[in-house]
């Protein structure tokens, strides 16, 4: 069974940076892509970022050059670094593999806001 737990979400202002990270249970997390999405309030969800078990990367255009992806095989933790916040940004954000399974995690909430 998938169990994610998602954690990092807060309020920020413009401009400024937040580090989700993903506690993943289970040794399925070495073996898996795994992924970053969001959903905006009255929005689908979207992929942000993969990353591959050798550690490749793919960002969605709305966030390149600022997110980054990242994994911890040892701790079975993915994590979101993001920098240049925008209020765009504001969502609840999910990690799971990639292609997605259906078990969600709760989400840490993202709020960008002056």
């Known amino acids: 069974q998938v169990q994610l737990v998602e954690s990092g979400g807060g309020l920020v202002q413009p401009g400024g940076s937040l580090r989700l990270s993903c506690a993943a249970r289970?040794?399925?997390?070495?073996?898996?892509?795994m992924g970053w999405y969001r959903q905006a309030p009255g929005k689908l969800r979207e992929l942000v970022a993969s990353?591959?078990?050798?550690?490749?990367?793919n960002y969605a255009d709305s966030v390149k050059g600022r997110f980054a992806i990242s994994r911890d095989s040892a701790k079975n933790t993915a994590y979101l670094q993001m920098n240049n916040l925008k209020p765009e940004d504001t969502a609840v954000y999910y990690c799971?593999?990639?292609?997605?399974?259906?078990?969600w995690g709760q989400g840490t909430q993202v709020i960008v806001s002056s």
């Open positions: 289970g040794t399925w997390f070495r073996i898996n892509t």
């Open positions: 799971n593999l990639y292609p997605p399974v259906p078990s």
């Open positions: 990353i591959t078990t050798g550690g490749s990367t």
